[in-house]
């Protein structure tokens, strides 16, 4: 019923930077919070950035300064823009939006993902 499907990732040198974006499609009524996450084998999916529905955003530490979350909710995309890209940054990076379908409760939205885009940061 819903799909989020992730574009932009790519193998960039760094330094580089990447523009990920995320586009929600389906039986969709509203969308409210939307973020970023990302994954290494071995280690646990982390937030990178979400934002809400009017725009307020969240960063993890270590993508301060350096990454941007936006939206455009007539689109109902989420993108992240990436710059000084790092070693430490390749991950797969997946989509995630909480999302009520059309004849569902608002106050008990879905919880759906992206199949995940790799960004690799390496010379």
Sequence with gaps: QVQLVESGGDLVQPGG?????CAAS????????????????????????????????NYADSV????????????KTV????????????????CNAYITLYGGSPYQPGNYWGQGTQVTVSS
């Design 17 to 21: 930077s990447l523009r990920l974006s």
């Design 64 to 75: 301060k300064g350096r990454f941007t979350i936006s939206r455009d909710n007539a689109k």
């Design 79 to 94: 993108y992240l823009q990436m710059n000084n890209l790092k070693p430490e940054d390749t991950a797969v990076y997946y």
């Design 26 to 57: 389906g039986s969709i009524f509203s969308i409210s919070a939307m973020g970023w996450y990302r994954q290494t084998l071995g280690k646990q999916r982390e937030l990178v950035a979400s934002i809400t529905t009017g725009g307020g955003t």
